[in-house]
């Protein structure tokens, strides 16, 4: 499975992304689809996930901000992040875990949020 991610870059305080990510390869038992971040010296910490069967689950600190949509056709997971600020700055990855448990990652975009 090969994870692609789009949308990163540098946007003022306030602003808006969105990142999209596309799953290819043996991707017939994709159960969720989600992203995780990580700020210079910090762990890397959930962001949204999205599961096949549609739950959704957010980080406390983007709820309200960040919305994830998830096109099962197109294996693509989307994450709109709205009213952004300095403490989202990082390398956004995308994630994947199939029905069996397994996971992979993407390569990471980064996202700048300058004020």
């Known amino acids: 499975v090969q994870l692609q991610a789009f949308g990163g870059g540098t946007v003022q305080t306030g602003g808006f992304l969105r990142l999209s990510c596309t799953a290819s390869g043996k991707i017939w038992d994709m159960n969720v689809l989600g992203w995780y971040r990580q700020a210079p010296g910090n762990q890397r910490e959930l962001v949204a996930v999205h599961s096949r069967g549609g739950s959704t689950r957010y980080a406390n600190s983007v709820k309200g901000r960040f919305t994830i949509s998830r096109d099962n056709n197109a294996n693509t997971v989307h994450l709109e992040m709205n009213s952004l600020m300095s403490e989202d700055t990082a390398v956004y990855y995308c994630?994947?875990?199939?029905?069996?448990?397994?996971?992979?990652w993407g390569q990471g975009t980064q996202v700048t949020v300058s004020s």
């Open positions: 994630h994947a875990v199939t029905r069996r448990a397994i996971e992979y």
